[in-house]
């Protein structure tokens, strides 16, 4: 059984069990989140799909860590025959979360 969830404005294929990195969350660790914006559930051969929400449906997730970071992204700008260079590096700050239950 898996799900088509928007978290955050984004669209995440989940599975109970699963653990995934979202744009950060308004909750803290241990803390249990519903999102209810479930664009389609596929339980075995059943297929239902939402216009633009499946009516009733929710997935329930538990925040594993509120402070994650993704890998580091470098930026290098360089002009060439001017003597300009920079290098800068960003980390995303992340939202972890485990998937409980497809409900």
């Known amino acids: 059984m898996y799900a088509i969830v928007d978290i955050a404005n984004q669209q995440f ?3 109970a069990g699963m653990e995934i990195f979202v744009n950060r969350l ?3 660790n241990g803390e249990e989140v519903v999102f209810d914006k479930v664009l389609l559930i596929q339980d075995g051969d059943a297929v239902k799909v939402g216009t633009p ?3 009733g ?3 329930k997730a538990i925040v594993v860590d509120d ?3 993704a890998k580091k992204v ?3 700008k360089k002009i060439r025959r001017k003597g300009f260079q ?3 590096g960003h980390r995303q700050k992340l939202t972890k979360i485990r998937i409980d239950a497809i409900a």
């Open 74 to 76: 470098l930026v290098f």
């Open 53 to 55: 929400y499946v009516e």
């Open 86 to 88: 920079t290098l800068n």
């Open 57 to 59: 449906a929710s997935v």
């Open 13 to 15: 294929k989940v599975e």
């Open 26 to 28: 308004q909750a803290k």
């Open 67 to 69: 402070d994650a970071k």
